[in-house]
């Protein structure tokens, strides 16, 4: 059974930096990209980042180049993704969520299997 958890999650003053970190565990060779959603309030789900199983990295649309990084360390059926987010905005405040699939996908309706999500808010 694939389960997902996220954590690091909180408050943090725009310029401040986060990182985040989901725990996947019972992973098959179909579900074998992690990748990292969000989704602001009255915003739908939107992709930020993904790690593939051979480590080749997918940053979906511009808000996450060069300011996020998608890291990924671990044994195969259970791997730990990391999201590190620098130089955090009061724009980039939503749940934060990981999903698995066979690969790195923009579309969220091919993700399987989703975490409960990590509340990150940036606030003045």
């Known amino acids: 059974q694939v389960h997902l958890v996220e954590s690091g999650g909180g408050l943090v003053q725009p310029g401040g930096s986060l990182r985040l970190t989901c725990v996947a565990s019972?992973?098959?060779?179909?579900?074998?990209?992690i990748g990292w959603f969000r989704q602001a309030p009255g915003k739908k789900r939107e992709g930020v980042a993904c790690?593939?199983?051979?480590?080749?990295?997918?940053?979906?649309g511009d808000s996450a180049k060069g300011r996020f990084t998608i890291s990924k360390h671990g044994a195969f059926n259970t791997v730990y993704v990391d999201l590190q987010m620098m130089s955090l905005q009061p724009e980039d405040t939503a749940v934060y969520y990981c999903?698995?699939?066979?690969?790195?996908?923009?579309?969220?309706?091919?993700?399987?299997?989703w975490g409960q999500g990590t509340q990150v808010t940036v606030f003045p």
């Open positions: 999903a698995t699939y066979t690969r790195c996908s923009p579309l969220l309706l091919f993700w399987d299997y």
């Open positions: 019972g992973l098959t060779s179909d579900e074998s990209a």
């Open positions: 790690i593939s199983s051979n480590d080749h990295l997918t940053y979906f």
